[in-house]
């Protein structure tokens, strides 16, 4: 029988986090008072966290949450925050994303977002814990947008702070080829690529196909819908590229795991990895949560998770001699 205590102390990489999503309420009512924010709450539990059913639900609710983000410290205390709780949770890579528009977007300076964020990653060296961070484009945004947040974050990507680009929020009408030409040049400037295609969104597999062979991404975010086109599902095994799965996430969206896919992808070897995307706005289910809570759910062993965090290493962004080390 799996013990959680197994879980807890097992080595893992976590892909697929958003710094924003992991704010919780507790944190959020502290920062909004500190700020002098009137978020219509007198106490952390008057947040309200149970936004309903479907992604645009979860959207409204995450930028609701993240406007009392203002200051350097106040980024600087949600990641150091966040470190701790990775490190406690036995990860030992995390590759972090960040959404810089959501604040840019609300006079937010670029600079303010990525230094908090930054010197909370410096100041957790102690942690035994390696961080790297992706800055998403959000979407629904326009590309110009897109290219604007790129060119501010030229110099930072050159101190090495920021190491891949991702795209997330509203699929709905913004398919990957509108953001073709800021990806082409994030991987010119030497970005690794990744994208969330999400679940049942319009056209996802039409997404997941030109994320796959139009932009040649180096990871594919949610991307479950794939399980619908054998080929594609075949291409994306036959390459090699990792596919970070969310299941607590799905349950937080459409009250199911979505097991079937995930299982299918697992059984015909995908390189799959269980993330908790933003774990503070989906049911306060961090790493090991959604480890647990998913091999429960489908009788898995320790054999299973093992694969998974396997392939958590596998389908990180380290050298090879770092993913040797841990596999
Ligand atoms: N922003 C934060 N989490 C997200 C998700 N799971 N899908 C799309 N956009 C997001
Ligand atoms: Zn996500």
């Given at each position: 029988k799996l013990s959680r205590k197994f879980v807890d102390g097992l080595p893992k990489a976590e892909l697929?986090?958003?710094?924003e999503g992991t704010l919780e309420?507790?944190?959020e009512f502290a920062i909004a008072k500190r700020n002098q924010i009137d978020i219509g709450a007198k106490t952390p539990a008057d947040i309200d966290r149970n936004y309903g059913v479907g992604l645009p639900e979860f959207l409204k609710a995450y930028y609701k949450g993240m406007q009392v983000l203002r200051t350097k410290q106040d980024f600087y205390d949600l990641t150091a925050a966040f470190l701790r709780k990775e490190a406690d949770?036995?990860?030992?890579?995390?590759?972090?994303?960040?959404?810089?528009?959501?604040?840019t977007s609300r006079g937010i300076p670029f600079a303010t977002v990525i230094e908090g964020i930054h010197e909370a990653i410096v100041d957790a060296?102690?942690?035994?814990?390696?961080?790297?961070?992706?800055?998403?484009?959000?979407?629904?945004y326009s590309q110009e947008s897109a290219m604007q947040t790129l060119k501010e974050a030229e110099p930072y990507h050159k101190k090495g702070w920021i190491l891949g680009v991702g795209l997330d929020s509203d699929e709905h009408h913004n398919p990957p080829l509108k953001f073709m030409l800021v990806f082409a040049k994030a991987r010119n400037q030497g970005y690794y690529?990744?994208?969330?295609?999400?679940?049942?969104?319009?056209?996802?597999?039409?997404?997941?196909?030109?994320?796959?062979?139009?932009?040649?991404?180096d990871r594919l975010d949610h991307g479950l819908n794939i399980v619908e086109n054998a080929d594609l599902m075949t291409f994306l095994i036959d390459i090699k590229i990792?596919?970070?799965a969310c299941p607590m996430a799905y349950f937080y969206t459409r009250k199911v795991m979505e097991q079937k896919a995930i299982n299918k992808l697992f059984n015909n070897g995908a390189l799959i990895s269980f993330n908790s995307d933003d774990p503070a706005y989906k049911g306060s289910n961090y790493i090991n949560d959604v480890y647990y809570k998913f091999a429960q759910k489908c009788n898995w062993s320790e054999k299973e998770?093992?694969?998974?965090?396997?392939?958590?290493?596998?389908?990180?962004?380290?050298?090879?001699?770092?993913?040797?080390s841990y596999l």
């Amino acid at each position: 029988k799996l013990s959680r205590k197994f879980v807890d102390g097992l080595p893992k990489a976590e892909l697929h986090v958003h710094i924003e999503g992991t704010l919780e309420a507790e944190m959020e009512f502290a920062i909004a008072k500190r700020n002098q924010i009137d978020i219509g709450a007198k106490t952390p539990a008057d947040i309200d966290r149970n936004y309903g059913v479907g992604l645009p639900e979860f959207l409204k609710a995450y930028y609701k949450g993240m406007q009392v983000l203002r200051t350097k410290q106040d980024f600087y205390d949600l990641t150091a925050a966040f470190l701790r709780k990775e490190a406690d949770s036995n990860v030992k890579h995390l590759e972090l994303f960040f959404d810089p528009q959501a604040h840019t977007s609300r006079g937010i300076p670029f600079a303010t977002v990525i230094e908090g964020i930054h010197e909370a990653i410096v100041d957790a060296a102690s942690l035994d814990i390696d961080v790297q961070l992706i800055m998403c484009f959000l979407r629904e945004y326009s590309q110009e947008s897109a290219m604007q947040t790129l060119k501010e974050a030229e110099p930072y990507h050159k101190k090495g702070w920021i190491l891949g680009v991702g795209l997330d929020s509203d699929e709905h009408h913004n398919p990957p080829l509108k953001f073709m030409l800021v990806f082409a040049k994030a991987r010119n400037q030497g970005y690794y690529l990744t994208m969330h295609c999400d679940l049942h969104q319009v056209d996802t597999v039409d997404h997941i196909k030109q994320a796959l062979e139009i932009i040649t991404v180096d990871r594919l975010d949610h991307g479950l819908n794939i399980v619908e086109n054998a080929d594609l599902m075949t291409f994306l095994i036959d390459i090699k590229i990792g596919i970070t799965a969310c299941p607590m996430a799905y349950f937080y969206t459409r009250k199911v795991m979505e097991q079937k896919a995930i299982n299918k992808l697992f059984n015909n070897g995908a390189l799959i990895s269980f993330n908790s995307d933003d774990p503070a706005y989906k049911g306060s289910n961090y790493i090991n949560d959604v480890y647990y809570k998913f091999a429960q759910k489908c009788n898995w062993s320790e054999k299973e998770l093992v694969r998974i965090a396997q392939n958590s290493f596998k389908t990180s962004w380290i050298s090879q001699q770092e993913k040797e080390s841990y596999l």
